[in-house]
């Protein structure tokens, strides 16, 4: 059976846009992506190479530095909580309409987020360095340097036009993922090994 002239045409133009906007998203993509991974690849250098100090940061009324990175994590990771259900609602997955308070929520815990995981990076990368004692080091380790380089990532293609309505769901879930897996390889390990402290 011979297919119409037109029918041939037209599945090859669907074809060629299809191609296109593929070639188009990972061209928006390509310079996050690289500039991304270059961030994850230099802070594990870093850890590696850099002598870690014991000591980076440390906040009056905590025990020791550790639990000043135990509990600012967790304060990331209820922050990140927060940005997933203030995400969902904006996307309307939560209900018909998005409340008004669910963006600047969205943003502002974004940012108090990232605010509070700066002192635990360096606290990681200054004081402890890239270890590999252990599985679960190592693991936080790679988690930590694959958290900075995707959430580098997800904030370069926040203001690009053009991107699929997937994209960024996608890259703040990758982002998300890798945070909840930083702190249970981390501040949940803590509590759980040696306990709840101040």
Known sequence: M??????????????????AAG???LTLLGVPFLIGATVAVTLGVYGSLHEPTGVAVNVGGF??????KVWLAT?????????????LSMWGKLGSSAPSWAAPVHRWSGRLAF???V????????ALGFAT???RVVTHGLLGCFFFGAFTVKMLALPKPGLRGWVLPVLGGTVFTALIA?????SFWYFTTIGVTL
């Open 119 to 126: 002192p635990v990076a360096i606290h990681c990368l200054y």
């Open 2 to 19: 011979t297919i119409p002239h037109e029918t041939r045409t037209n599945h090859t133009v669907d074809e060629g846009a299809g191609r």
């Open 75 to 87: 304060g990331v990771a209820v922050l990140a909580v927060t940005q997933l259900l203030s995400a």
């Open 23 to 25: 070639t188009s998203q």
């Open 133 to 135: 004692y252990d599985l």
């Open 115 to 117: 605010l509070l995981a």
């Open 182 to 186: 930083l702190w249970l390889t981390s």
């Open 63 to 68: 025990s020791s530095p550790q639990t000043v």
